[in-house]
């Protein structure tokens, strides 16, 4: 049990693990106890939650199913499916502070490899208990920053934050976002700073990094091939900027995390 002292919360792990559909499949009928949060890493997912309209989940997406609430799924989800899960409860569901089962989306985030962290420490013998609601309470605070963001200058913020997400796919600069939104770059890094507290530059590569690092452990491609689809001249230079950042090649990041709950269609 992790107890947040600024929220005046409990969080309860339960269990956690990787679904992957080996071939076409329908999510089952049924009715848990726990809290469930999904990040489908490949999808669609389509899903229905008792007393909510039905709904399709794509990449990236997060869904938070209520315990003691029917679901089931709707239509059939295509081979290649995927997607981590996690069952915990939460002293004060409000924390959440969702209206339905679709959260937002998520891609572009830290989530898929504090999902990793989470399956790792808690499918290891050498971590205490403790560690696997430590990385949980870490994915809900993942989870929270991809709320929207309200104030005077929401909207704005908003947008230019979901522009760089979806646009994480190769190295952004300050200049480029001033530019798409029309405004002038030292304007841009303080407002963003304000409400992520660091520099402009360093969350670029921040979202930029996370990217790749969801592309490392979810895909399958090799480290010459990732550096050419991520717009990377060569291998060389993707490994100079990667290992700058992260202190070991993506060779390296890649094995770090090897333990992992499989389950399949």
Same mark, same amino acid.
């Given at each position: 049990?992790?107890?947040?002292?600024?929220?005046?919360?409990?969080?309860?792990?339960?269990?956690?693990?990787?679904?992957?559909?080996?071939?076409?499949?329908?999510?089952?009928?049924?009715?848990?106890?726990?809290?469930?949060?999904?990040?489908?890493?490949?999808?669609?997912?389509?899903?229905?939650?008792?007393?909510?309209?039905?709904?399709?989940?794509?990449?990236?997406?997060?869904?938070?199913?209520?315990?003691?609430?029917?679901?089931?799924?709707?239509?059939?989800?295509?081979?290649?499916?995927?997607?981590?899960?996690?069952?915990?409860?939460?002293?004060?569901?409000?924390?959440?502070?969702? !209206?339905?089962?679709? $959260? @937002?989306?998520?891609? +572009?985030? %830290?989530?898929?490899?504090? /999902?990793?962290?989470?399956? #790792? *420490?808690?499918?290891?013998?050498?971590?205490?208990?403790?560690?696997?609601?430590?990385?949980?309470?870490?994915?809900?605070?993942?989870?929270?920053?991809?709320?929207?963001?309200?104030?005077?200058?929401?909207?704005?913020?908003?947008?230019?934050?979901?522009?760089?997400?979806?646009?994480?796919?190769?190295?952004?600069?300050?200049?480029?976002?001033?530019?798409?939104?029309?405004?002038?770059?030292?304007?841009?890094?303080?407002?963003?700073?304000?409400?992520?507290?660091?520099?402009?530059?360093?969350?670029?590569?921040?979202?930029?990094?996370?990217?790749?690092?969801?592309?490392?452990?979810?895909?399958?491609? !090799?480290?010459?091939? $990732? @550096?050419?689809?991520? +717009?990377? %001249?060569?291998?060389?230079? /993707?490994?100079?900027?990667? #290992? *700058?950042?992260?202190?070991?090649?993506?060779?390296?990041?890649?094995?770090?995390?090897?333990?992992?709950?499989?389950?399949?269609?």
């Amino acid at each position: 049990m992790l107890i947040l002292a600024d929220q005046a919360a409990k969080i309860t792990f339960v269990s956690a693990g990787q679904f992957i559909a080996q071939e076409s499949w329908v999510h089952p009928e049924r009715v848990i106890d726990s809290i469930e949060l999904i990040y489908v890493t490949q999808g669609p997912v389509y899903l229905e939650e008792e007393g909510s309209p039905a709904l399709t989940a794509r990449q990236g997406d997060l869904l938070l199913l209520q315990p003691r609430r029917r679901h089931r799924g709707t239509n059939p989800s295509p081979a290649g499916t995927a997607f981590y899960w996690v069952h915990f409860e939460l002293s004060d569901p409000d924390l959440l502070g969702q !209206s339905g089962p679709l $959260l @937002a989306n998520g891609e +572009g985030t %830290a989530l898929a490899l504090l /999902f990793r962290q989470l399956l #790792n *420490y808690a499918n290891s013998p050498f971590y205490p208990a403790y560690a696997r609601e430590l990385a949980l309470g870490l994915i809900l605070a993942e989870v929270s920053q991809t709320r929207p963001e309200p104030g005077k200058h929401g909207a704005l913020l908003n947008r230019c934050l979901e522009w760089v997400r979806i646009n994480s796919d190769h190295r952004l600069t300050v200049e480029e976002i001033a530019r798409q939104f029309s405004y002038h770059p030292d304007y841009l890094s303080r407002l963003l700073r304000r409400y992520t507290g660091v520099p402009l530059k360093q969350y670029l590569d921040q979202r930029h990094l996370d990217y790749v690092k969801a592309r490392l452990l979810n895909g399958n491609e !090799s480290i010459k091939e $990732l @550096a050419a689809a991520l +717009g990377y %001249a060569n291998e060389n230079q /993707f490994n100079h900027y990667f #290992n *700058y950042h992260e202190h070991m090649t993506p060779v390296q990041y890649r094995e770090r995390f090897t333990r992992t709950h499989l389950n399949k269609a």
